[in-house]
């Protein structure tokens, strides 16, 4: 009989006289394969996120652009004005989007 099928004995038999029946291997191999699974679909949607996140603030950035031109028409003091504007929107975009996943973020 294949070890990792059989449940009635000890993988390890001296590990019994101190913790009792130990768990089937394959049992344990399973349930570690699930873990794995779960943290790797995690990891998944975190790109996913990110990517999606990203491309909302370039979509946004590129809005923000063509809308700045349209109001400024030309007055190159009010096109730089609503530049820093679209900067601050830029850093805000960035620090969202570096703390999106950061562990020690409350």
């Excluded at 943290?39 to 809308?67: C, H, P, W």
């Excluded at 700045?68 to 975009?93: S, Y």
Aim: hydrophobic share 40%; net charge neutral; aromatic share 8%.
């Amino acid at each position: 009989m294949n070890e990792l099928t059989n449940t009635s004995r000890p993988a390890i038999p001296w590990m019994s006289r101190f913790f009792g029946s130990t768990p089937a291997p394959a049992s344990r191999l399973g349930r570690e394969r699930h873990v794995v699974d779960d943290e790797a679909r995690l990891e998944v949607f975190k790109v996913d996120g990110a990517y999606a996140v990203t491309g909302r603030i370039m979509e946004r950035n590129a809005q923000l652009t063509s809308q700045r031109h349209q109001l400024a028409r030309g007055d190159d003091l009010l096109n730089h004005m609503l530049a820093e504007v679209q900067c601050n929107f830029l850093r805000k975009a960035a620090q969202i989007q570096a703390d999106m996943y950061d562990p020690y973020r409350p």
